[in-house]
């Protein structure tokens, strides 16, 4: 009896002990999104992790609701586009299916590996691709590999795509395309040499200019796929994903090499930091490793070389495709090479290199520039490739874990004017997805990476990453060598182990001030009124009023001349010999209109790549400065019978105010006078 009490208080306070310590161990912002409370004894505190990350739906408005109520040193000042605003930037446009354009089907056109020989249903001409050793990335000259195809198999060398056709009139635009890799032998036995565990397959799938808001408005039916994804894959949502700089490069760079100087190359040879690739560092521990970036010029090379030593590169296609099918990656329209978007050849690549090298660990690097151009709208063929794409990779029986992501948000031009703007840019998607299986190997964690889904992240995390999963399963060992290997002068953060400090700073994760998002001004008070900060008001007032009277032939502006009427508030931030000030201020020609401002101001000429948007001026500041606006955000909301008429003049509705009463009165004569269609 007395036992049998014992018993059933031990089992009680035992139960008790447990689900005080699931309540506790909730992440704050997740709490009330709790599922039921599991009732299996068994590890139960990894099982309920993954319930709730597998029922959480991911959704464009999370980062607001996640971030915002949370206790973040750094939290952006916004998170890109309002859905107004992108509804009216991004309209919805229908881009014709490249399977539409080319009849082509994997009968009629294809590779067969076995015997290495090119076969197609018809007579016609074939070109074929680049030699294995020829292939390498950046611009060069696709010449034309052109042969007679008169019915029978033809031999191949080590070529791994070619373009064909019916039509032996037709010099371009062939409506077949294959493309099968070639397995390498000596690659996979050096990773089966070098492996030391269960094999794991990891992708990293970058669409350049992919914000993580884009994402969500553009791609909605993978959105919806991943929202009902099947029980075995977990998906993060990281909110903080943020750029250290404007291009790619300050992307793939800290990925790839870690915390090293970040510098343009003329002679783009070779690997230029083999020593410290992770490519390098994974061929030690049983990986094969490849890479895709679908453009054929030297954004890529300039910085890593032309032939970084991976095991498979898909580089020289993209030339040829600019030679076959006058392919571009800044093209704004669909981008078909064949029958297939330009990225559902890559998509198509991972799967076959995935299946190719099953036995072994994989590393993918994809780079893929579909949203890459200034519309915003083309990304959206992306959306059923995507789909399909994850549809077949998480259905492969094997351990994976993807890592969906943008490199930074659109950085054309205009978009970097408004504040929603250029903050899009600063943050761009980062989905990981990874295998339960995977995650029920390394502990804690799917909550640690749940609780970093609200984190700032750095671009070099990535990096330390990387080695840890290198040596999957075990995580832990290394620890710490790897995150000094990654950089002397950060600290940085496996996502998967580490718990990213709620106090990290963008100087603490690497990102400089020009970027960061979460820029914090100190307010200047006693002498907000000074005539030097009257100036440098009257000198920003006055960039409005050069750039709303710019005149073209054939346009006329109607914006009014602003001037100011009184300084609200100035915050200032110094970093290095540059001076951000944060200015809001009103104007006399309009009461309701409140403007705020970002200008940066510098001793020496500002560089260029990061004024394209508003240009530098002079500025007498005490002593002769150069001065940019960064951005302009406008509190007030400006929705006025102008603003149309200023769009359509395309003049920027957030600083140019027009004369309401002028069209007031014109549309007053319109109605009334009823002389529709005479305008
Ligand atoms: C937020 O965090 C800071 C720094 O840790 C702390 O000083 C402050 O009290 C916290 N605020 C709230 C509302 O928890
Ligand atoms: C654009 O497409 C999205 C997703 O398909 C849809 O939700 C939205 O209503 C569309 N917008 C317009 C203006 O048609
Ligand atoms: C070859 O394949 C294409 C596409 O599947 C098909 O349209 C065509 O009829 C085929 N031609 C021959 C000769 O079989
Ligand atoms: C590929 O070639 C092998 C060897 O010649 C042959 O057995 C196989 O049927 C071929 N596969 C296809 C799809 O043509
Ligand atoms: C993988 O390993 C299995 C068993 O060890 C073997 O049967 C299979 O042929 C291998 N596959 C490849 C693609 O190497
Ligand atoms: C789990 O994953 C496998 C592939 O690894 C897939 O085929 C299967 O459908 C998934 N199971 C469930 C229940 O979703
Ligand atoms: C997992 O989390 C629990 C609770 O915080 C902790 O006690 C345990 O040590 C963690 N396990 C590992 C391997 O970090
Ligand atoms: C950030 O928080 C950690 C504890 O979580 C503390 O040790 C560290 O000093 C804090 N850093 C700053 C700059 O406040
Ligand atoms: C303000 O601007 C005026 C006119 O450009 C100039 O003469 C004056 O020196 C400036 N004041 C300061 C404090 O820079
Ligand atoms: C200018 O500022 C004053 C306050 O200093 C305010 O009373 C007045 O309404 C403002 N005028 C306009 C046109 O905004
Ligand atoms: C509108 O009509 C009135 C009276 O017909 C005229 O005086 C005025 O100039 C017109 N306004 C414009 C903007 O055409
Ligand atoms: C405008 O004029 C047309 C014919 O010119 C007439 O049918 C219509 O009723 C008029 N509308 C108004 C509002 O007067």
Not at 400 to 410: A, Q
Not at 547 to 564: A, D, F, M, S
Request: charged share 25%; aromatic share 14%; with cysteine.
């Amino acid at each position: 009896m007395n036992k049998f009490l014992e018993t059933g208080t031990i089992l009680f306070l035992l139960l008790w002990i447990v689900f005080v310590y699931v309540l506790y161990m909730l992440p704050e912002d997740n709490a009330s999104e709790a599922k039921a409370f599991p009732n299996s004894d068994t590890d139960i505190s990894i099982e309920y992790e993954l319930e709730i990350a597998r029922g959480r739906q991911i959704s464009l408005l999370d980062d607001e609701s996640s971030i915002n109520p949370l206790n973040l040193t750094c939290k952006p000042e916004s998170f890109g586009y309002t859905l107004e605003e992108a509804l009216f930037l991004f309209p919805n446009v229908t881009y014709p299916r490249c399977e539409e354009q080319y009849i082509s089907s994997p009968e009629a056109f294809y590779i067969n590996r076995t015997d290495n020989t090119l076969h197609m249903n018809c007579t016609g001409k074939v070109a074929l691709g680049f030699l294995e050793a020829n292939e390498e990335f950046g611009k060069y000259w696709y010449y034309d590999r052109l042969k007679d195809y008169n019915g029978e198999p033809l031999a191949l060398e080590t070529e791994e795509y070619a373009f064909g056709t019916c039509d032996i009139s037709k010099w371009s635009n062939f409506e077949h395309v294959a493309y099968k890799l070639r397995p390498n032998k000596e690659s996979l036995q050096r990773a089966k040499n070098s492996l030391r565990g269960k094999p794991i397959n990891i992708v990293m799938l970058v669409i350049d200019s992919l914000s993580r808001r884009m994402f969500f408005r553009k791609l909605p039916k993978s959105v919806e796929y991943l929202n009902s994804i099947a029980k075995n894959v977990s998906i993060f949502d990281f909110k903080l994903h943020h750029v250290i700089g404007q291009n790619s490069q300050y992307s793939f760079m800290p990925t790839f090499y870690g915390d090293i100087p970040i510098v343009v190359s003329e002679y783009m040879q070779g690997d230029l930091y083999y020593d410290v690739s992770i490519w390098k560092y994974l061929h030690e521990r049983g990986f094969v490793t490849m890479m895709g970036m679908d453009n054929c010029d030297n954004n890529l090379p300039q910085f890593i070389g032309r032939k970084p030593k991976v095991d498979h590169k898909m580089g020289s296609i993209w030339c040829a495709a600019s030679a076959q099918y006058g392919y571009s990656e800044t093209s704004k329209r669909e981008r078909c090479i064949g029958n297939k978007n330009a990225h559902a050849w890559m998509m198509d690549y991972i799967l076959d290199f995935s299946e190719t090298y099953k036995n072994v660990s994989r590393y993918t690097y994809m780079h893929i520039d579909t949203a890459h151009e200034e519309t915003g709208t083309v990304v959206s063929t992306i959306d059923l490739d995507l789909k399909k794409f994850l549809e077949e990779f998480f259905s492969r029986d094997e351990d994976s874990i993807l890592f969906l992501m943008g490199d930074h948000g659109m950085r054309y031009g205009e978009w970097f004017k408004s504040k929603d703007g250029s903050h899009e840019h600063k943050l761009p998607l980062l989905l990981i997805m990874a295998k339960d299986r995977v995650l029920e190997k390394i502990p804690n964690s799917s909550k640690i990476l749940l609780q970093n889904t609200n984190r700032l992240l750095s671009k070099f995390d990535f990096h330390t990453i990387l080695q840890h999963l290198g040596n999957y399963p075990d995580l832990e060992s290394h620890r710490e060598e790897i995150r000094t290997k990654t950089s002397k002068r950060l600290t940085t953060y496996n996502w998967f182990t580490d718990y990213v400090p709620d106090n990290r700073t963008c100087e603490d994760a690497g990102i400089p001030i020009f970027w960061c998002g979460c820029k914090s001004f100190i307010e200047i008070t006693e002498d907000k009124n000074s005539e030097i900060f009257q100036n440098l008001t009257k000198s920003v007032i006055e960039v409005f009023n050069t750039e709303n009277h710019i005149y073209y032939r054939w346009k006329k502006t109607i914006c009014v001349k602003l001037h100011l009427n009184e300084t609200k508030y100035i915050g200032k931030l110094e970093d290095e010999d540059l001076d951000y000030y944060k200015i809001k201020f009103t104007i006399k020609e309009k009461e309701s209109a409140m403007f705020e401002v970002i200008v940066r101001l510098s001793r020496d000429p500002i560089e260029k790549h990061e004024s394209e948007y508003f240009s530098v001026h002079k500025i007498d500041f005490g002593e002769m400065k150069f001065f940019n606006i960064m951005n302009v955000n406008r509190l007030d909301s400006y929705d006025s019978i102008c603003k149309e008429k200023i769009i359509k003049r395309k003049f920027d509705p957030t600083y140019c105010i027009c004369d309401e009463n002028d069209f007031k009165r014109k549309s007053l004569n319109t109605t009334n006078g009823n002389n529709s269609g005479k305008q």
